[in-house]
């Protein structure tokens, strides 16, 4: 059964840096495109970033572009986000997804999604 499951979440000052790590179980992820996206209480999930698993090309949202870099290692079915220069506009929950098809920047696009940590920066 696949599952997802985020960690490195937490409260750190602008400036400052994080790394999120997604562990993926299942027997294809080495073949699966993966993303993360982020929610606000109260507001919709946005898309943050995106890789493909043939070249690992990457995709990112216009906020976070220079600063976020997704990457992953199929050998440990690690999938990771490391966010530098944080900024308070980036607090939110943090959530790794499987992509099932379409449009990599919608939510729907995605089949299998982790619980989601927490990132809060301060100013």
């Known amino acids: 059964q696949a599952q997802l499951v985020e960690s490195g979440g937490g409260l750190v000052q602008t400036g400052e840096s994080l790394r999120l790590s997604c562990a993926a179980s299942g027997r294809t992820f080495s073949r699966d495109e993966m993303g993360w996206f982020r929610q606000v209480p109260g507001k919709e999930r946005e898309f943050v970033a995106h890789?493909?698993?043939?070249?690992?090309?990457?995709t990112y949202a216009d906020s976070v572009k220079g600063r976020f870099t997704i990457s992953r290692d199929n050998i440990k079915n690690m999938l990771y986000l490391q966010m530098n220069s944080l900024k308070p506009e980036d607090t939110a929950v943090y959530y790794c997804?499987?992509?099932?098809?379409?449009?990599?920047?919608?939510?729907?696009?995605?089949?299998?999604w982790g619980q989601g940590t927490q990132v809060t920066v301060s100013s």
């Open positions: 890789i493909t698993w043939l070249k690992t090309v990457t």
């Open positions: 997804a499987r992509r099932l098809g379409g449009n990599i920047r919608v939510p729907d696009s995605y089949d299998l």
